[in-house]
């Protein structure tokens, strides 16, 4: 089992919450994070001094699949989340050592 | 009477001729009882009337003054909302429940100080034109109550609607100071302070003036309508003393430059504002004191023009002097206007009260970025919109107010309160300070108020993400 973990914009989830249940995938995590990239900051001003905000408010998706499906939603990812502008994101694909439903105790991909 | 005949009109006319001397049996006893009804309440209503013997001629414009009188402190009253709901907009969500629990404690102390002894300060009677302590007040109503037993026209209420009035002003004076210090003010310090400036210092300096003091004993008499030196210079400038002594909140200027600190809630902030407009209503509408319906018209006019060309105008500047529509320039363009305004509003035409608003509304931008650049930390704009166009304020009526007023006199006058609140703060500080009192240690700051001095949240349910 791979965990796929996708830092993108917040305005993309939509679209690729709908892209990877396209592909049979229909169960995820998303937190509200900040961060950066090698995409800078912007310029905000408050009473008239300005200042950089360094963190920019991103989405980061969480999703573990079964070990042969792994390449195939990270490319879906890649392909809904993709603006072509900076600050697009990352995906990181991650081993997984074991998956537990907690309701039947599934275990292993059957529990994914 | 007539009602009652005019009713059974129609009853009688619509009967037979057997059932005739019925009904005049009938219409006889209703117009009795009737008629009994109109005299005890036309009784009642006589004596109330009497009750207010040489002068009972004039009880309807009385009651009806006094009536605006307290709609007018009811006006000024919901100013403390506004002033907790603007306090806590432009503030971190780490210090609101400090913000409001000062605000809560600044109106409750100011009333029953005003009570203990605030009023009859302010109100010495015959004194010698400095200083005179008051003790607490009785019934107010003793005076009697003929309508114009307590003030004549000019004061066209009972005692208790003045002091009612007058008591809503006092914590207003206080109140100015919690905002320029917010965020790194020790509590109990501050409760002290705040005690201290509008129980005594508040209504010392405004004996001098409303009190019939040495600044209107002068050849030209001082004039400050409803307070813009009274209030908003006094408060601003003892906000100045307090915020030199407290120094800036930690973050703030680091190596030269600003770091602005952001308000947590600019909805807050611009409610906070649109609530003090609405009080002015009362603020300088009550400081007619009267309903004459002239002189009422006209300040509540002048009042809210200034509030608008205020708000204009920094609008104008601030997109002159840093390139951006700011929301908070523009609020403090509406006070600035409305502090501007309430030195004169009864004294200026309505175009004079526009370009007053104005001139405010210009000035509040770079005095709030210059004591920004000062390193003079100040997250509501205290200081300028209070002190600064306080001033400003109580000059204008020297200069559009007519050969009535002169330049010398209102100079003379806000000179006086603004020197005298500024001292009190810094020796009130000075001692605070050096008692440990006045601010909070780093640690505290950092953590927050709301933990560090009450151990609640403002929002516990949102969980912030990172350390402001």
Request: charged share 15%.
């Amino acid at each position: 089992m791979k965990k796929i973990e996708a830092i993108i914009k917040p305005f993309k989830l939509e679209e690729v919450k709908d892209a990877l249940a396209e592909i049979g995938i229909e169960g995820m995590t998303v937190s509200e994070v900040k961060g950066f990239g090698r995409q800078k900051g912007h310029t905000e001003i408050y009473r008239g001094s300005e200042y950089t905000v360094d963190f920019l408010p991103k989405i980061k998706l969480e999703v573990v699949v079964a070990d042969g499906q792994s390449e195939q939603a990270v490319s879906t990812i890649v392909g809904a989340a993709k603006t072509g502008k900076i600050g697009d994101g990352k995906v990181f694909v991650l081993p997984v050592e074991e998956a537990v439903r907690i309701r039947t105790e599934d275990k292993g991909e059957k529990a994914v | 009477m007539l009602l009652a005949l005019l009713c059974m009109a129609p009853a009688m006319s619509g009967l037979a001729q057997d059932g005739a001397a019925e009904a005049v049996a009938e219409v006889v006893e209703a117009v009795a009882e009737a008629a009994g009804e109109v005299d005890e309440n036309k009784v009642a209503y006589d004596e109330m009337i009497a009750a207010h013997g040489a002068t009972a001629y004039a009880f309807d414009f009385f009651a009806l003054s006094m009536v605006w009188t307290i709609i007018c402190a009811a006006l000024v009253f919901l100013m403390h909302l506004g002033f907790a709901t603007l306090e806590a907009g432009l503030t971190r969500a780490k210090n609101t429940v400090n913000i409001l629990f000062k605000n809560v404690f600044i109106i409750s102390i100011g009333l029953i100080t005003y009570a203990i002894l605030g009023f009859n300060t302010h109100y010495p009677g015959d004194f010698n034109g400095f200083f005179s302590i008051g003790g607490p007040i009785g019934d107010l109503n003793a005076d009697g109550s003929g309508t114009f037993a307590y003030g004549g026209v000019a004061l066209c209420m009972t005692g208790f609607g003045d002091f009612i009035f007058q008591a809503m002003f006092a914590a207003t004076a206080a109140t100015i100071v919690s905002g320029a210090v917010a965020e790194r003010i020790n509590l109990k310090g501050f409760m002290i302070y705040a005690t201290i400036l509008v129980g005594i210092g508040y209504p010392v300096a405004g004996s001098w003036h409303w009190g019939g003091g040495f600044l209107s004993a002068m050849g030209t008499p001082f004039k400050d309508f409803a307070g813009s030196s009274a209030v908003h210079a006094f408060g601003g400038f003892a906000a100045l003393a307090a915020v030199l002594v407290l120094g800036p909140r930690r973050g703030k200027y680091i190596d030269g430059k600003i770091k602005p600190i952001l308000g947590h809630s600019m909805p807050l902030a611009t409610i906070g504002v649109l609530l003090l407009w609405l009080g002015w209503f009362g603020f300088n509408g009550g400081s007619v004191l009267s309903a004459e319906p002239m002189a009422v018209g006209l300040v509540i006019t002048t009042t809210c023009l200034a509030a608008a060309a205020g708000a204009l105008a920094s609008i104008l500047t601030s997109a002159v002097m840093i390139k951006t529509p700011d929301l908070s320039m523009a609020l403090n363009g509406i006070l600035a206007g409305l502090v501007g305004i309430t030195a004169g509003a009864d004294v200026v035409t309505v175009w004079e009260a526009v370009i007053i608003g104005a001139i405010a509304g210009v000035i509040v931008v770079p005095a709030i970025l210059f004591f920004d650049k000062a390193k003079i930390d100040d997250p509501v704009g205290a200081v300028s919109v209070h002190g600064v166009c306080g001033v400003w304020g109580t000059l204008a009526v020297g200069i559009f107010g007519g050969s009535d007023f002169s330049f010398m006199s209102q100079l003379i006058g806000t000179l006086a309160f603004g020197i005298f609140a500024f001292i009190l703060s810094l020796i009130l500080a000075i001692i605070l300070k050096s008692a440990g009192m006045w601010r909070v240690d780093a640690e505290e700051e950092e953590e927050g108020l709301d933990i560090a001095e009450h151990g609640s949240h403002a929002y516990p349910d949102f969980v912030s993400v990172a350390e402001k």
